[in-house]
C-alpha cells in the first residue's frame, strides 16, 4: 500500500515539476508589443520605455511597472494594458493632444490641457491649434505652469473637434475677458470665464449656419443673447 502511495506521490511530484518548467517556459515570454490608440502610434518612439520587458514571463508582467515606464512619454496621458496569451501585450494608450502654443524665446511652444509641452516650432509653422496670449506662466520641469483661471478653457478646448478647434487662430485674455480671434477674421467677444462649452457651442453653430455669409463680428459675453454683426 506504501509502495502505492509512493507512486502517486512521485507521479503527483512529476505532474507539478512539469507544471511548474512549463510556467517558466520560453512559450510564455514576451515577444511582441500591440498599441491601440486614435492617432497611429510610431513603436520606434516607445522602444525605449518597452525594452527591458521583452523577454519577461507574461503570466508575471509587472502591469504596473509598464504602465510608470509608458506614462513618461509626454504624448500619453493614460494606459490600458491587456494580456493576450501566450506571448503578447496588448497596450491601449489614450494620447495627450496639442490643445494651444505659446509664443516663448521666438519658437511655438506646443502644449496639451494638463500643461505637458509636447513640441516646439518656428514661428512660421502653421499649427491647427490657437495662440493663447495675456498670462503669465512660468515652466516646471517638462510642464508649463498657467494660472488656474485658465484650467477651464484648456479643458473646453481639449473636448473640441479637431476641425472647429483648427479655425481659432488666437485666444486673448485681458481684463479678465476672453477674446477669440479666427483664422477666417472674426473676432469674438467671449466674455468672462463662465459658460465656456455653451459658448463654444453656440460660436460653432453660428458658424455653421452663417458659412455663406461674411460676419464681422460675435458677442457672446451674454449667452442667452448672442450677438451677431455681419459685413
Known amino acids: ?11 503527483l511530484f512529476f505532474i507539478f515539476l512539469t507544471f511548474l518548467s512549463f510556467l517558466f517556459s520560453p512559450f510564455f515570454h514576451i515577444r511582441d508589443f500591440v498599441f491601440h490608440s486614435r492617432n497611429e502610434i510610431n513603436k520606434n518612439e516607445l522602444r525605449t520605455n518597452i525594452n527591458q520587458f521583452y523577454g519577461d514571463n507574461l503570466l508575471f508582467l509587472n502591469e504596473d511597472d509598464l504602465r510608470s515606464s509608458l506614462l513618461k512619454h509626454n504624448l500619453i496621458s493614460s494606459v490600458q494594458i491587456e494580456k493576450a496569451f501566450p506571448s503578447t501585450v496588448h497596450v491601449v494608450i489614450e494620447e495627450r493632444r496639442a490643445v494651444a502654443w505659446l509664443k516663448n524665446n ?3 511652444l506646443i502644449f496639451s490641457a494638463d500643461g505637458i509641452i509636447l513640441n516646439e516650432k518656428s514661428l512660421d509653422t502653421e499649427l491647427k491649434s490657437p495662440q493663447i496670449e495675456g498670462f503669465p506662466y512660468y515652466f516646471k520641469q517638462k510642464k508649463i505652469v498657467l494660472p488656474s483661471v485658465t484650467e477651464d478653457m484648456l479643458k473646453v478646448l481639449n473636448d473640441l473637434e479637431a476641425e472647429f478647434l483648427a479655425k481659432i487662430n488666437k485666444i486673448l485674455f485681458q481684463n479678465n475677458v476672453y477674446k477669440l480671434y479666427l483664422k477666417s477674421g472674426i473676432g469674438v467677444n467671449f466674455g468672462r470665464n463662465e459658460q465656456l462649452a455653451e459658448k463654444f457651442a453656440i460660436l460653432n453653430s453660428i458658424l455653421d449656419n452663417n458659412q455663406e455669409t461674411e460676419i464681422d463680428y460675435i458677442n457672446l459675453q451674454v ?3 448672442p450677438v451677431v454683426k455681419f459685413k
Open 223 to 225: 449667452v442667452k443673447h
Open 1 to 11: 500500500m506504501e509502495k502505492k502511495y509512493q507512486i502517486v506521490l512521485m507521479i
Open 106 to 108: 521666438n519658437n511655438k
